[in-house]
């Protein structure tokens, strides 16, 4: 499924663009406000897009995906990531914030770590459940899994951005996150759905979501922690349609496929550009140009330097093989 690492890099860059956007938001000036809060939140898709892509490939029948397999290769490795570069992360930050390297490994024991790194130790959690999962997929009709994919969309997304947006139900009406709802879905949409959707009818779909998010995006950053969320309705929305949509075109790119190892390490590193811009150098996008031109282009800059990092770090054999 050479669409996969199309999907795949696109939400790579969608997550440098979202951190571009995120990481100096507190010096944007007000009148940057909208670009900043636009170009973020359109990218938020990348991260339940990246959750759809392992579950594309995790929950499929036809791969041999033992506990064992799950244990000893996955988790070991996400373990070896958090070891390499999240630990590394949360001592640096105490050091430079001058607090005691306890409070560092503190933070890396409870997960705060460097703003992207959260999804590793979430993504351990949805490897420990791959096995529970799978044999459910494996022993269920296609209704099935229908059904389930409804009531997690129900408890998951709906009932937590009703609340988000005011509308307060009872706590047991939700559950905790919605990345098994994602999981899933990369699963359903990938290998089982017959949804009567064109190119056409994804690519609108694409447009409404994007129109979506602009028309939303009318209050900046003061709004944002709303449609932030990813268990917000609009994510699910974007999410689905750009899968569908990359899906119903059937693309194959060669970058795309060149660049596929490269985007797990890509994603781990970025930050330290970011932050190295932003926080040591000054340098931000406002400085610079309109918004509408620097956030792109810091963001390519970016992928580029993450991309020559990752390169060199799959030249030492033990990260290329265990760990990125």
Excluded at 149 to 161: C, D, E, G, K, R
Excluded at 242 to 253: A, V
Excluded at 283 to 294: E, G, Y
Excluded at 298 to 313: D, N, V
Aim: hydrophobic share 50%; proline share 3%; with cysteine.
């Amino acid at each position: 499924m050479p669409y996969i690492n199309i999907l795949r890099l696109v939400a790579t860059i969608m997550i440098i663009l979202i951190h571009t956007c995120s990481v100096g938001e507190s010096n944007i000036p007000a009148d940057e406000e909208y670009a900043y809060g636009l170009l973020k939140h359109i990218g938020v898709f990348a991260v339940p897009l990246f959750a759809m892509i392992s579950g594309c490939f995790f929950l499929d029948p036809k791969r041999n995906v033992t506990i064992q397999t799950i244990l000893n290769k996955y988790c070991k490795r996400i373990l070896l990531v958090l070891l390499c570069f999240a630990l590394p992360m949360c001592l640096s930050e105490a050091f430079i914030t001058k607090e005691s390297l306890w409070v560092g490994l503190y933070n890396f024991v409870r997960g705060h770590s460097w703003i992207h790194m959260w999804y590793m130790y979430m993504l351990i959690c949805l490897y420990l459940l791959t096995p529970l999962i799978r044999t459910f997929i494996v022993n269920s009709s296609k209704r099935e899994i229908e059904y389930t994919l409804a009531v997690l969309f129900v408890l998951t997304i709906i009932v937590p951005s009703l609340q988000t947006y005011g509308i307060q139900l009872q706590n047991y009406l939700t559950l905790g996150t919605p990345f098994i709802f994602y999981y899933i879905l990369g699963y359903y949409l990938a290998h089982i759905e017959t949804l009567r959707l064109s190119r056409t009818h994804c690519g609108m779909m694409v447009v409404g979501y994007i129109l979506i998010i602009a028309t939303l995006e009318t209050g900046g950053f003061a709004f944002s922690q709303k449609i932030l969320q990813y268990h917000d309705i609009t994510r699910a929305f974007g999410a689905a349609s750009i899968f569908l949509l990359f899906k119903r075109m059937d693309l194959n790119w060669s970058i795309a496929n060149n660049l596929r190892v490269y985007c797990f390490a890509i994603y781990l590193v970025h930050t330290v550009f970011t932050n190295l811009s932003y926080k040591f150098l000054h340098i931000m996008p406002s400085n610079v140009a309109s918004p509408w031109i620097s956030l792109p282009l810091f963001t390519a800059i970016i992928f580029l330097a993450s991309l020559a990092m990752a390169y060199l770090l799959r030249q030492i054999r033990f990260l290329r093989e265990h760990v990125v």
